[in-house]
Each structure stands twice: as C-alpha cells, then as structure tokens.
C-alpha cells in the first residue's frame, strides 16, 4: 500500500513539473468558465432535449424546408459533452449551404469552437476552420487567444502556428494580444518543427489511395490561378507568410524584431527575390540588425528548397548573401524565445483582465438576442397558424355561399365552363353525354327531371347544342364533298 502511494505521489509531481514547464500565458480565468456554464440555464437551451431538436433538424433538411440559424445556435450551445460532435459538424456543413446561412449567428462559431476545443477534438476543429467555404466558422480575437493559449500549454505547437495562419489569411491584425501570441506560436512552430503532417486529413487520404487512375466528372476546369492567399497549402508558405504579414503590420516595436522576422517569413515563402532586397537593405543600413536565431533559420529552410529553379538561385544569390550577413557583425545573439515570452506576458498583463469583463458581457448579449429570436420565431410561428386557419375557413365559407347562392348566379357559373369542357358534355347525336347527366346538380334534377334532347330544345341558350350540331354537320358536308 505504502508503494502505491509512494508511486502515485511521483506521478502527481512528475505531470505538474511538466504542466509548470508548459506553462500558460493566460489564466484559468481568462476561459471565463462560469460565465460559459450560465448559457445552460437559460430556458431556451435547458429545456430542450438533444434527439428531439437533431431529428427535427435532419428532417427539415431532408424536405428541403428552410432551417433556422437560433435552432442551430441552441444546438451548438447545448453541447456539453462529445457525444455530439459529429452531428454538429454535420449540421454546421448542411446548413452553410442553405441561404439562411447569412443569418448565423456570432455566438454559433463561438460555440463550435470551444466544444471542439474542451473536448479534445483539435483536427477536426482545425479542418473546419481551414474550410471556410463549406463551414463558415470564424473566430473572434477572444476564441485566437483561447486556442492558441491552450496549444502552446499543451506544446502542440503545429495547431497553434495553424491558429496564427487563419489571422493572416482573415487579414485581421487589430489586436495587439491576439497579434504577438500568433508571432511567437509561428516562432516556436519553426524553433520546434514537429514529425506528424501539417494536414493529418490530407496524409490520410494520401495513404489510402491506391495506383489506379481516378477519374472524376467537373462541370468545367477552373483557370490555373494561383492567389498566393487564400490557395496556400504548403506549412512553409503559409507560416512564412505570417511572419511576413505580422512584422509588416508592426506587431513589434524594435526594428531588428520586425526585419528579423521577415527576412525568416520570406526565405520560408520562397520569395527570393524579396530576400534579396531584404538582405541588402540591412547590410546597407547602417542602424539596423538582425537575430543570429532567425538568419540561421533562413540558411536552413533556404538550403531545404526542392523547386530546381529556386534552388539554382538559391545556391548563386541567396547563400552567399545570408553569409555575407553572418559576417557583417549585424546578428544579435540574444534569446529570442525569452524576448517573446517577455512581450507576450506585457500584453497578458495589460488586456486580459478587460477581455474577461468584455466577454462576459458579451455571453449575457449573446443570451438575450437568442430568447428575443426564439420569441420571435414562436410569435410568427403563432402568427402563420392563425392565417392558415382563416383561409381555411375562407374557402369553406366561399364553397357554402357558391352552393346557397347557385341558382341566383346560374349565368356566372356557365359563362365559367371553359368551351373544350362544353363540347365533351355533348355527345354526337347532339345530347348531353352520360357523364354529363350524371354531373347534374340534385337541386337542378328535382326541379326540371332528368336532361334530355326534348328539355333542351324548349331551353335552347344552354349549352347551345343547336348551333353546335348545325357546325357538326356542317362540318360532315363538308368533308362528303371533298370525298
């Protein structure tokens, strides 16, 4: 006994060394976990039941009928174990394809994003942010800083620096925080590259192919246009663009920072030429450096180049101009992992206590515009089943006054026969068909007996039979004499 406990106190020590040593930027409080668990207990999502609101849903959309975006947003909000994630995701792709997706709302991909992110669920959160066509999920500064929080603490350092590439692809550099903790996960994604594949999907599917050719039917062939934005799938491009992206928008103060970092973002983009430029602008410049840590790194990715073209130019231009910079005497030689833990910490300190109180605010907004929608939807809901009911009862009205009133607008009703249906109720001997005799009204037989030829004649403007048979044979005397 005294040996398991013995053994059960090391592990307790050894896993909260390793939680100290990968130690967070920002607080537990900064999840505002109570303010998150509150949602449950509003009415609107507590009384709903899982099953009832997921079959309701498939079967609207099944029948094609238009789906709410509340509907989705309780669902997505209801979730509070994994039991549901993959019928969320289900949900999330079917209703992006509906026109009511212009709806969606803010709260939803806040949603989406923290259940797939408390329970453990990272490639598959990853996949749908990166597919923006088909999910539409769009995270907010507060949801950036979250996920990539919770990657660096748990040294996942690939889905963090996947984190930072969605902000330069949303172009969207308005919070400093969000800012500096994209620029040090792209620092520790390339200080600390990781075995497993970038796009753990796509490997999956690589492995899965076999060698027989796939033929596959395309409306059309797009044009081979290549946006070098939003078509990046290459990790180097698209973390090196980053970089690129972040010291261009001044996320650091400190010049050596900002071309440090952009001198690593182009050499990993491929962009040699901008390298070039780049390089010869410090070498030149009188007050600028760089960091040894990032011109070492720009000489390794630059010798890694695969592309024979790059790699010629590489070797000729790129090389010899790096080298030439080593010897400059212009590399500082300082730990630039510390100078951005340092930065990132300054930011912590001064925003996080402001996000916390924003957000909170923001979950109790979030809750009310979602009891209005549903209020609202249940008022028209209310609303709609009394119109129905009216015209229903309108048209029931208009049948009882046509059949009280039948006789007194007789000449209405025959001007309403259409002629076609007029000739089908005469037969060729100029009678009134036996389908017609059966159709006549039993007000009308008690008052003038059965329909017959005799009947007809002594009422000759209805139905017109006499004119109709002088055209038949006349029509047939015609017909004799061409024969």
């Not at 902000?167 to 996960?185: F, P, R």
């Not at 076999?210 to 946006?227: C, S």
């Not at 979030?366 to 209005?372: L, S, T």
């Not at 015209?391 to 007194?408: A, I, M, W």
């Amino acid at each position: 006994m005294l040996l398991v406990k013995l053994r059960r106190t090391c592990f307790v020590i050894k896993y909260s060394f390793v939680d100290a040593f990968r130690r967070s930027f920002l607080s537990d409080a900064f999840e505002c976990r109570e303010a998150w668990n509150r949602r449950l207990e509003s009415p609107v999502i507590n009384q709903v039941k899982f099953d009832n609101l997921y079959a309701e849903l498939e079967i609207k959309f099944n029948a094609k009928k238009t789906v709410s975006a509340v509907d989705i947003d309780v669902f997505a909000n209801k979730i509070n174990n994994d039991e549901y994630l993959i019928e969320l995701e289900e949900l999330i792709h079917k209703f992006r394809r509906t026109p009511s997706t212009i709806h969606t709302f803010e709260s939803t991909s806040h949603a989406v994003i923290r259940a797939f992110l408390d329970f453990g669920s990272t490639d598959n959160l990853m996949r749908m942010l990166d597919d923006r066509v088909n999910y539409g999920i769009f995270p907010d500064h507060f949801t950036y800083n979250l996920m990539m929080n919770k990657f660096l603490k748990a040294g996942n350092y690939r889905d963090a620096a996947k984190t930072a590439t969605l902000l330069m692809i949303q172009e969207d550099y308005e919070n400093s925080l969000t800012n500096i903790l994209a620029l040090y996960s792209c620092y520790m994604y390339v200080e600390k590259p990781e075995p497993k594949p970038w796009d753990p999907f796509a490997e999956s599917a690589k492995d899965g192919e076999d060698d027989e050719d796939q033929w596959i039917r395309v409306k059309y062939l797009p044009l081979p246009y290549f946006d070098d934005h939003f078509d990046l799938r290459k990790e180097n491009h698209l973390v090196g663009k980053t970089l690129v992206e972040l010291s261009n928008n001044k996320v650091v103060d400190e010049l050596a920072l900002r071309h440090s970092f952009e001198l690593l973002g182009l050499v990993m983009f491929e962009k040699f030429d901008r390298v070039k430029e780049c390089v010869e602008r410090i070498i030149n410049s009188s007050d600028i450096q760089v960091y040894k840590k990032c011109v070492d790194k720009s000489l390794e990715f630059a010798s890694a180049v695969t592309d024979e073209d790059a790699k010629k130019q590489v070797e000729q231009e790129i090389t010899p101009l790096l080298q030439q910079l080593v010897q400059s005497g212009k590399l500082i030689d300082d730990d630039l992992k510390k100078l951005l833990e340092n930065k990132v910490k300054v930011q912590v300190s001064s925003q996080q206590t402001q996000l916390i109180e924003k957000m909170t605010v923001t979950y109790d907004k979030w809750a009310g515009i979602r009891e209005n929608e549903v209020k609202r939807q249940i008022a028209e809901h209310v609303k709609q089943e009394r119109l129905t009911k009216i015209k229903e009862k309108l048209v029931e009205l208009d049948k009882k006054e046509e059949l009280l009133f039948f006789f007194e607008n007789i000449e209405k009703h025959r001007l309403n026969i259409p002629p076609e249906e007029e000739d089908k109720m005469i037969n060729e001997e100029g009678k009134l068909s036996a389908k017609a005799l059966l159709d006549v009204p039993p007000e009308i037989e008690g008052k003038v007996g059965r329909y017959s030829s005799k009947i007809i004649e002594e009422n000759e403007p209805w139905w017109r039979w006499k004119e109709y048979k002088k055209e038949k044979t006349s029509v047939e005397k015609s017909k004799n004499r061409r024969k």
